[in-house]
Structure formats: structure tokens, C-alpha cells
């Protein structure tokens, strides 16, 4: 079990914030790298309208090349992250050079800026945000002094215009500072919500393993005494069946006491039975499957329960397909199905004779058994929760331990199956039992080994 030991303080290191962001700068790497390689294209292309083949190439080349150098010389200074804040703004400085001053290629800004925003750092919008703040006031002053060849805008630039565009450009930049910013808070909250999850996931998984360890030493316990009591129970039972043939029948007292002690004794040798093969039921899910025939196995149920049948006078019902086939621990089935009948036959109704049907389907490659009777029924909006409770007894006129139902719920669960009740008062009971087709069984088989495992 020491594969299974847990270090809580390792959580913090499997999940950091620094592992956290630095997945997330990676990607946002790969998408800035495609845009400014775009951008790059971009430049080269529109360099054909006007000519401008040179400003097109050096200009993009340097930002490329300044890029990738930051990105090789210093990977963990995140400087390639501002290089490339402040080449989406040389570009934009680019495009419009190179087309004249057009308007629509200070829109390539923004565009930017807007991709700017997956590095989740709010600090490298201020590249891209001052050189364009310093590019437009450089360049709008140029043109408006007259300088020539300056292309900085197709729009005649005054103090109004220049005021109002830089306005807009201040509101774009903060709204996309504000969304890095709250996408890196965001994020860092993520990362702590699934370091709690995980600690609290590692803790119930050490919890987990210290009650399987208790649930097997119980197991064991519970084994263990319950098999070193039965030799001394049948040896307690031996001495009464050899103290009643000893006693005459003139002494009815004695007679009457040795039949109480023999009673009792019965009691506790199958409670003891029934503990043993409770115990036997919690490892079962490790036991060989096997190809049952349904009605073959109910035929041999049937027939150790003929004694039974034929006391009540009771009417067995089988109706189950030749050819049904289902895949269960060999001595599963049978004790299940023979619990649950022998229950039908225990707790009748005296008013009217015992009518047991026993039906079974296949149906999307499971096995649907039924088992109903016209019994005595349970109350179950009374016993709510506890039907398949380990020690509960709903009748109390024939004897018992109250382990039948407990048993026969895990012996159906720790297969993958499952079990459910349909019952009402002096009208009888109706037990369903879901049994796992093989390939889901199997399935099962391996998620549970891979649980226990974990």
C-alpha cells in the first residue's frame, strides 16, 4: 500500500501559478508569433501599391528578428511578450506609411492589442499604447507643420481631431488592460480553486485508504471470530444432543430448558454462518466469473429448496429463456436467488396460498430478474432507507439474523449490479435485480481493480 501514501505538500508543485501561466504564455506565443508573421506578409504584400518594398522588408524583418532574439536570449523574462506589444504598433506605424495614410490601418492597432490580451498581463498594453501615443503626435505635428511625404493621414488633422482620436484610443487600450487584468485574476483564482480541490481530493483519498485498510482488518476480524466460534458452537450443540438423549422424560423442566438451549444455539450458529458468509461476500468481487444458464441455476435453487416448497404447499413460477446466459461468481447467483425465495417462503401470508414468480429478461445486454410474491409485504414508507440495512428484521414471527437482504444487495453491487424493491403491505413483495452483460461486467472489473489500486 506505500504506492498509495500521499504527501499533501506536493500539491502545491504539481499545480502553480507559475506552471499555470506559463502553459498559458506558451499558447499566447504561438498565436502573437502567427499574427506578427501575418502582420510581416501583410507589409510585403500592400509594399507592391506604393512601392514601398524596402520599408516593407527591413521594417519587418527587424520587429521578426528582435522578436524571436528576446524570445532565445531571455525565455524567462517575458521580454518578447513587450518587443511583440510594441511590433503590433510599429507595424500599424508601417502599414500606414506604406499605404498613404490610409484611416483603416490603425485599426491593425487595436487589432493587436486585442491579442495582446491572451498574455494575461496587463503591463504589455503600455508598449503598443505609448508608441502609438508617441507615434501619432509625432507624425500628426509633421503633418500639420507640412512636412512632406509624411503620409501619416488621409484626413485633414486638427487639434480636435487629434484630441478625439487620441481619446479613443486611450478608452480602447485601458478596456483591453482591463480585460488582461481580469483574465490573469481570474485565472489565479482558478488555479487556487483546483489546488484546494486537489488537497481536498488527496485527502479523501488518504482517508480512503485508511478505511480500506480498517474495512479489511474488520473483515479479517469479523472472519477470524466468527470461524474459531463455530467449532465450539458445534461442539456446544453435540453436548445438548447428547444431554437429550441422557434425560427422562419424567422431567419436563429439564426436557424444556435443554430445547431452549438448543434453540439458542441453532440462533447463534447461523448468525455465525451468516457472518462468515458476509465476509466471503466483501472479496467476491476479486472471485472467477463464469457463464451461468439463468434457469439451469434457478432449477438447483429450486431443488434445495424442495423440502421448503413442498412444507408451504408453494407455487413456483419460472418463467426464464432457455438460452439466457449471464456472467456471475459461480456461488453469487445461486446464493442471492435462493435467499430471496426462501425469503417469499418464510414470511407468506396465511390467508392465502404462497404464489412465486421468477421472471428474467434480457434487455440491452443486461439480465433483468424479478422475484415477486404475494406475501406478507413491507412497509416501505416506515422502513424508508433501511430495506437492505445490515441486522433489519420487518417480521419478527420467524426467525432470523436480518443479514439476508444486507447480503443479497452485496452480493448483486459488488458485481456492478443493482438492486430495488416494489412491496406493499399483505399484498406481497417484488425484488428487481440488474445483472451486468459480460462486456459491462468486465468493464467493471477493471475500474474496480483500478480503484482499489489507486
Not at 47 to 57: A, D, K, P, R
Not at 96 to 110: D, P, T
Not at 185 to 207: H, L
Amino acid at each position: 500500500m506505500e504506492k498509495n501514501t500521499i504527501d499533501l505538500k506536493t500539491i502545491d508543485k504539481k499545480t502553480t501559478l507559475k506552471g499555470y501561466f506559463e502553459d498559458i504564455h506558451q499558447k499566447a506565443d504561438s498565436l502573437v508569433e502567427r499574427f506578427l508573421i501575418s502582420y510581416y506578409l501583410f507589409g510585403i504584400a500592400i509594399s507592391f501599391i506604393y512601392e514601398t518594398y524596402l520599408v516593407g522588408v527591413l521594417i519587418g524583418s527587424l520587429v521578426i528578428g528582435v522578436y524571436y532574439l528576446a524570445k532565445f536570449l531571455f525565455p524567462d523574462r517575458h521580454l518578447n511578450k513587450y518587443i511583440a506589444s510594441s511590433g503590433f504598433a510599429v507595424f500599424m506605424a508601417q502599414f500606414i506609411y506604406q499605404m498613404h495614410g490610409m484611416f483603416e490601418m490603425h485599426f491593425f492597432a487595436f487589432i493587436g492589442s486585442a491579442i495582446v490580451i491572451t498574455y494575461q498581463k496587463w503591463k504589455t498594453i503600455i508598449p503598443i499604447a505609448l508608441i502609438i501615443a508617441v507615434h501619432h503626435a509625432l507624425f500628426a505635428w509633421m503633418q500639420i507643420s507640412g512636412y512632406e511625404e509624411i503620409y501619416f493621414s488621409q484626413v485633414d488633422w486638427d487639434i480636435t481631431t487629434f484630441c478625439f482620436h487620441v481619446g479613443l484610443a486611450v478608452v480602447i487600450f485601458f478596456i483591453c488592460g482591463l480585460w488582461s487584468y481580469q483574465f490573469e485574476i481570474s485565472s489565479i483564482n482558478s488555479v487556487q480553486n483546483i489546488i484546494k480541490i486537489e488537497k481536498i481530493s488527496a485527502a479523501t483519498q488518504a482517508n480512503n485508504i485508511l478505511l480500506q485498510k480498517s474495512n479489511d482488518a474488520l473483515d479479517s476480524f469479523v472472519y477470524t471470530v466468527s470461524h474459531d466460534l463455530k467449532s465450539p458452537v458445534i461442539d456446544l450443540k453435540g453436548m445438548i444432543s447428547l444431554a437429550k438423549r441422557q434425560i427422562n422424560d419424567d422431567n419436563p423442566k429439564l426436557t424444556k430448558i435443554i430445547g431452549l438451549m438448543e434453540g439458542t444455539s441453532n440462533k447463534f450458529e447461523k448468525t455465525i454462518t451468516d457472518f462468515l458468509e458476509m465476509a466471503k461476500i466483501e472479496k467476491q468481487t476479486d472471485d472467477a466469473l463464469v457463464e451461468i444458464n439463468c434457469k439451469q441455476e434457478l432449477d438447483l435453487v429450486l431443488a434445495d429448496l424442495e423440502w421448503s416448497i413442498q412444507k408451504e404447499n408453494a407455487q413456483i413460477n419460472i418463467d426464464i429463456p432457455d438460452d439466457l446466459i449471464i456472467t456471475f461468481p459461480e456461488t453469487g447467483f445461486k446464493s442471492a436467488t435462493q435467499n430471496l425465495i426462501n425469503n417469499a417462503l418464510k414470511y407468506r401470508s396465511k390467508d392465502r396460498d404462497i404464489i412465486v414468480n421468477v421472471q428474467a429478461r434480457e434487455v440491452n445486454g443486461d439480465c433483468i430478474l424479478t422475484i415477486a410474491d404475494n406475501g406478507l409485504g413491507i412497509d416501505l414508507i416506515r422502513n424508508k432507507g433501511k430495506i437492505f440495512a445490515m441486522f433489519k428484521r420487518f417480521h419478527n414471527h420467524v426467525e432470523g439474523t436480518g443479514l439476508g437482504l444486507f447480503m443479497v444487495k452485496k452480493l448483486i453491487e459488488n458485481q456492478g449490479g443493482t438492486i430495488s424493491i416494489e412491496s406493499e403491505v399483505d399484498k406481497g413483495t417484488k425484488f428487481t435485480l440488474t445483472i451486468l452483460g459480460k462486456k459491462k461486467r468486465l468493464q467493471f472489473n477493471r475500474y474496480a481493480l483500478q480503484a482499489r489500486d489507486k
